[in-house]
């Protein structure tokens, strides 16, 4: 579990260091279940537990003599694991393997249904609540290839952030890197979950990867959704790089983003910089009521903290006026709120944007991935010429 761990934006070597105390929010996963798939996947089990009813233990008793590996006269068939996939609770985990590893093995001439297991097993080990069991069988080289699909590393990936195993996360990350599936070697969806990994650690060696890991993506010319821009660059403050995190908030198309206006005025009072960060505060008085904005153009109490800290670190009492000035307006529209940066930066992700279209419940991922391609964006300088 993640606690309640409070970190300090690092100290830079500069009068101007504002030093307040930003809070880690306990665990929590990212992706919405809905976005994963797992609601339509606990309707589906319900739907089965409903029909089996008194069955269960009698069908289950079954698999054990059909998943045995000695006997192999039997089969198991895409229904079978259907089946209890959907039935499994926390005790039949050790069958279901048997059975996954046995319907793998068997002669692929048997097998005519299309039907991709990968994405529905995650959702069960989601749904179960059981990350580190998940992370064994994905890696059990006897089910080599049965866990390929790039949903099923995300799904796996928010398991296991949702629980705390962040280096688990980063692992699962490598490995989707090497699989290059459709084509992509960076998914954007898994990319978002490799630095909320990086930013929930929060180490200087979090932050060196996830450094490198954007400087590869500007390679590539690769554009991260912005949600990956915020983790790496919040994280950039508090390991005490605000000058990183300028640059990589510079690549967010829309900069008027409530955790993106947020995060610059923590960098740039942490530079010593508040009288760039003013105008960031000024243009909200002029533009709260854009049509534009999905929410509220507002702060959160922490950023405003820390203006305040490098206001008065600066001395210069005409900025100091019109800072309280444009403090005056703000409090007055109640635009200064008491709720987390952190909370902001992981809160759920309600939708998930795939190249292929989402797979349905009843149907599951029974089409063949595309590869992508198409032309290369160009390069991009950024942080790596920071590094």
Same mark, same amino acid.
């Given at each position: 579990m993640w606690g309640r761990n409070a970190f300090t934006c690092t100290r830079i070597s500069s009068k101007f260091l504002s030093r307040q105390q930003l809070v880690l929010s306990s665990a929590q996963n990212l992706y919405s279940p809905a976005a994963l798939g797992v609601n339509g996947f606990e309707f589906a089990r319900s739907k089965i537990k409903q029909q089996f009813q008194t069955l269960e233990p009698k069908f289950k008793d079954k698999m054990k003599e059909f998943a045995d590996p000695a006997v192999t006269s039997s089969t198991i068939f895409t229904e079978d694991l259907k089946h209890m996939v959907h039935l499994a609770e926390e005790s039949d985990l050790a069958l279901l393997r048997q059975m996954m590893i046995k319907f793998s093995s068997q002669n692929k001439d048997l097998r005519f249904g299309t039907f991709i297991f990968g994405p529905v097993v995650m959702r069960m080990y989601y749904f179960l609540n059981q990350p580190l069991e998940a992370l064994e069988v994905f890696k059990d080289p006897k089910l080599d290839g049965f866990f390929d699909q790039l949903v099923t590393f995300q799904i796996l990936m928010d398991l296991l952030l949702k629980n705390g195993h962040f280096d688990e996360v980063l692992e699962v990350f490598e490995h989707v890197r090497g699989q290059q599936l459709q084509g992509a070697k960076f998914p954007k969806n898994t990319v978002v979950l490799a630095f909320a990994a990086c930013y929930k650690k929060n180490t200087p060696e979090a932050h060196k990867y996830a450094?490198?890991?954007?400087?590869?993506?500007?390679?590539?010319?690769h554009y991260p959704m912005r949600r990956a821009a915020t983790f790496a660059a919040a994280l950039a403050i508090n390991q005490n790089e605000p000058g990183v995190a300028l640059e990589i908030l510079t690549t967010v198309k829309r900069q008027t983003y409530v955790t993106v206006r947020n995060l610059k005025i923590c960098a740039l009072a942490d530079l010593?910089?508040?009288?760039?960060a003013l105008p960031i505060l000024r243009n909200v008085l002029e533009f709260r009521d854009s049509p534009m904005e999905g929410q509220a153009h507002t702060f959160y109490k922490e950023t405003i903290e820390k203006m305040d800290s490098s206001i008065q670190k600066v001395n210069n009492p005409e900025l100091t006026t019109e800072y309280e000035n444009v403090m005056k307006k703000l409090v007055s529209l109640k635009l200064i709120i008491n709720d987390s940066l952190d909370a902001q930066l992981c809160s759920d992700i309600d939708a998930v944007q795939?190249?292929?279209k989402?797979?349905?419940?009843?149907?599951?991922?029974?089409?063949?991935?595309?590869? !992508? !391609? !198409?032309?290369?964006?160009?390069?991009?300088p950024g942080v790596h010429d920071m590094m």
């Open positions: 450094k490198q890991l954007w400087s590869d993506l500007n390679t590539v010319g010593g910089r508040p009288d760039d795939l190249n292929q989402r797979d349905r419940q009843d149907a599951p991922f029974n089409r063949n991935f595309r590869k !992508g !391609g !198409g032309n290369r964006l160009p390069y991009r």
